[in-house]
C-alpha cells in the first residue's frame, strides 16, 4: 500500500531531551514536507525536500532540523525542544516537479508530541 | 503564514443536505486543493482545480474557482454522516517556492 509512515505517533517529552520523529514514504517520491498543525493556526509548513541532500526551509523552522540522506526517509529532529514545540505534526510527499500531480501531497497519519 | 482563509470557520448540517464552503487567497497560484482531515488524522487529498480551470466535479464534489476573486468554493452534495470532518483548501504557487499553503479550514459536522 502507498503511504507515509511516521513514528512515533505520540510522545511526552521533557524540556531540551533531543528527539527525532521519522518518515518514510514508500512511493518513490522525489518531494517530501513537514508541517505542524496548532488550533487558529492551520498547518504551517516547517522544512521542506525537493530531492535527496536538497533541503530547505519553510514558514516555521526555527527549532527544527531535517536531513534527506535517502530518497524514502525524512527525519524530524528537535534538539532541543521546547514547550512551544507541542503539536500535531505531519509528514507528507509528493512526486516532485514535471511529474503528474506533482504536487498534490500525501499525508502521514500524525505525531503528536507533547514537551513538558 | 497562511494563503487560503476558509469560510465558515465551522458549519453543521442534516444528513442528504449540501454544504458549501469557501476559500479565499492573496497571491497568483498555479493551482487550488481541497483537503479533508478527520478528527486529528493526517489530511487526505480530494480535488485539484487548475488556474486556467473554472469548475470541477468528482463524484459529490463540485469545486468552481474565480481568479480574479481570488475565491474558491468548495461543495458536497448529498451530505453524509462520514462527510463529517475538517476541509482544508491549499493553494500551489511555484514562483513562490515549492509548497502548498493551506488555509485555516472549515469544520463540518454532518448530522444524521
Known amino acids: 500500500e502507498a503511504q507515509v509512515t511516521q513514528n512515533p505517533r505520540y510522545l511526552i517529552t521533557v524540556t531540551g531531551k533531543k528527539l527525532t520523529v521519522t518518515c518514510s514514504q514508500n512511493m518513490n517520491h522525489e518531494y517530501m514536507s513537514w508541517y505542524r498543525q496548532d488550533p487558529g493556526l492551520g498547518l504551517r509548513q516547517i522544512y521542506y525536500s525537493m530531492n535527496v541532500e536538497v533541503t530547505d526551509k519553510g514558514d516555521v523552522p526555527e527549532g527544527y532540523k531535517v536531513s534527506r540522506k535517502e530518497k524514502r526517509n525524512f527525519p524530524l529532529i528537535l534538539e532541543s525542544p521546547s514547550p512551544n514545540q507541542t503539536s500535531l505534526y505531519f509528514c507528507?510527499?509528493?512526486?516532485?516537479?514535471?511529474?503528474?500531480?506533482?504536487?498534490?501531497?500525501?499525508f502521514g497519519a500524525g505525531s503528536r508530541l507533547t514537551v513538558l | 503564514s497562511q494563503q487560503g482563509e476558509e469560510d465558515p470557520q465551522a458549519l453543521s448540517i442534516q444528513e442528504g443536505e449540501n454544504a458549501t464552503m469557501n476559500c479565499s487567497y492573496k497571491?497568483?497560484?498555479?493551482?487550488l486543493q481541497w483537503y479533508r482531515q478527520n478528527s486529528g488524522r493526517g489530511l487526505v487529498h480530494l480535488i485539484l482545480?487548475?488556474?486556467?480551470?473554472r469548475e470541477k466535479h468528482s463524484g459529490r464534489l463540485r469545486v468552481t474557482l474565480d481568479t480574479s476573486k481570488k475565491s474558491s468554493s468548495l461543495l458536497i452534495t448529498a451530505s453524509r454522516a462520514a462527510d463529517t470532518a475538517s476541509y482544508f483548501c491549499a493553494t500551489f504557487f511555484k514562483a513562490a517556492g515549492n509548497k502548498l499553503t493551506f488555509g485555516g479550514g472549515t469544520r463540518v459536522l454532518v448530522k444524521p
Open positions: 507528507a510527499s509528493s512526486p516532485g516537479q514535471g511529474a503528474s500531480g506533482a504536487n498534490v501531497l500525501t
Open positions: 497571491t497568483s497560484i498555479n493551482n
Open positions: 482545480i487548475r488556474s486556467n480551470e
